[in-house]
Each structure stands twice: as C-alpha cells, then as structure tokens.
C-alpha cells in the first residue's frame, strides 16, 4: 500500500528565508509524487509533480521539489519566502500504471512572519 | 474558464436526509475523484472515477455513493448522512493519471 509522511505539522519562516518542507513516501515503484497549496477557504492547487525524467523539478510560484529514490523522499523548496506563501502544502502520491488511487499527507501549515 | 465546480459550497443538514453534492468540470477531463478533508488527516480519497461508468472506492467509501453517467458530472451521494460525515468535501479531476488533478472549491458539510 502506498504511503505519504509529512513529519512536519507546522513551520514558521520569517519572510526571505529559504524554506524545504520535507515529503516521504512508500511505494513499490516509481509513483506519480506531486505537491498541492492550499490557502485559507481555497481548494487545492498544484504546485509541481514529478514521474521520471529530471529529478529537479521546478514549479509555479517559484519552487522546486527535488526526487530522491534512496531516501523515498520529495522535499519542496523555495529559495526565499514572501508572506503570500502563508498556506498548508500536501505532497501526495498516484500509482503508476493506470491507478487512480491518490493518497495524500496531512500536511505543513506555513507561518511567515515579517 | 477551465474549472471544477462545486455544489453547494456550504450545507447543513439532519441525520438520516439523503443530499448530493453535484460536481462538475468543463476540461473533458476522463479521470475525477472525491475526497474528505479533516483536521490532522489530511484529504482521503472517497471514490474516484476513470471513465464514464468506471468508478471505484477510494480509502474511505463506506456511507457515500457515486455515480458518473457522463464525463463531465461525478455527484456524490449521501444516502443517510451520519455526523461523523461532516467534512469538507472536494471534487477534482484530472486529464490523465499522472496529470494532476484540478480541485473544486470545496463544499463544507455539516450534519446534525
């Protein structure tokens, strides 16, 4: 069965700080790993996904999740943090091989501070 | 616009009083899900859909229904709404597996 574990409940940055919110998964093989946003009253959006190629990914907003087969892991990134990125992120996981069956983390609450 | 859309997005209702939850998308995307989303649990998949007619129980099916007679429409169901149901429900779809998916704005269940 396929797993994702987002250690981090809460973080909080100050604004222009890096940020990495960490991702692990469980999976037989190579899944569909993506990273969602999601702001106050909103629905999910999706921020990047990876399958093969690239293990650097680079998505909207400007951040980046990067693939590690070895630790089972897929972190998101972004180089310096604006208050606008005040939102809960989900790292989810979709078999591959015509499987719809999606599991997502509990997520990581993102506080900015000035 | 290319979007999924929710109806309604807030709904309180009595144990036992049958609702659905009408979902729609306009981007003939094949596949759409439905999840609950709860404080410390994060979304789970209810049911997801991969075509017209092929649907299939996701984590936590037990008390819902689904339906998807054309491509663009997946209600889902409540046959006896319980309060361990309220939620805050999302419908998403995606053009194929490893696409992502679009998610709807959310409709916020509350049962009585």
């Known amino acids: 069965a396929q797993s994702v574990t987002q250690p981090d409940i809460h973080i909080t940055v100050s604004e222009g700080a890096s940020l990495e919110l960490r991702c692990n998964y469980s999976y037989g093989a190579t899944p569909y790993l993506f990273w969602y946003v999601q702001s106050p009253g909103q629905g999910l959006q999706l921020l990047l996904k990876?399958?093969?190629?690239?293990?650097l990914v680079q998505g909207i907003k400007g951040f980046e999740a990067e693939f590690k087969r070895s630790q089972s892991s897929f972190n998101l990134r972004k180089p310096s943090v604006h208050w606008s990125d005040a939102a809960e992120y989900f790292c989810?996981?979709?078999?591959?091989?015509?499987?719809?069956?999606?599991?997502f983390g509990t997520g990581t609450k993102l506080q900015v501070i000035p | 616009e290319a979007q999924v859309t929710q109806n309604p997005r807030y709904l309180i209702t009595v144990t036992g009083k049958k609702l659905t939850v009408t979902c729609s998308q306009n981007m003939n995307h094949e596949y759409m899900s439905w999840y609950r989303q709860d404080p410390g649990l994060g979304l789970r998949q209810i049911y997801y859909?991969?075509?017209?007619?092929?649907?299939d129980k996701g984590d936590v099916p037990e008390g819902y229904k689904v339906s998807r007679k054309e491509k663009r429409n997946f209600p889902l169901i409540l046959e006896s709404p319980s309060p361990n149901q309220t939620s805050l429900y999302f419908c998403?779809?995606?053009?194929?597996?490893?696409?992502?998916?679009?998610f709807g704005s959310g409709t916020r269940l509350t049962v009585v």
């Open positions: 998403a779809s995606s053009l194929y597996e490893g696409n992502g998916y679009t």
């Open positions: 990876y399958f093969s190629g690239d293990t």
């Open positions: 989810a996981v979709v078999g591959s091989g015509g499987y719809q069956k999606v599991t």
């Open positions: 859909s991969m075509n017209v007619e092929v649907t």
